[in-house]
């Protein structure tokens, strides 16, 4: 599984960052995270606000910081 935080680095890009590796590591899910902070590539996922979340290339979110428990539920809904 690959998880994409799109932003510039701010704060809150950080925070899902951490996050998404916290909640993986949880659940077992051997996922690689990667920074995307190019503003071509974040603007073609076509989000207006960061940070974004793309797990295997799906858009799952933008614009805000999730709770735990809704990025478990992003992981585990793209585990299928």
């Known amino acids: 599984m690959i998880i994409k935080i799109l ?3 701010c704060a809150n890009c950080k ?3 951490a996050l998404a ?5 949880e659940l077992g899910t051997e996922a690689t995270i ?7 590539n974040i603007m073609s996922y076509g989000i207006m606000q ?3 979340i793309v ?3 799906k858009l799952i979110g933008s614009g805000g910081v999730p709770t735990k428990e ?5 992981i585990q809904s793209a585990m299928g």
């Open 50 to 52: 960061t940070p974004g």
């Open 34 to 40: 990667e920074e995307v902070t190019d503003v071509k």
């Open 55 to 57: 797990i295997d290339e």
């Open 15 to 17: 925070r899902v960052k």
């Open 7 to 9: 932003g510039m680095g």
């Open 70 to 74: 809704q990025m478990q539920q992003m």
């Open 21 to 25: 590796a916290e909640v993986a590591s």
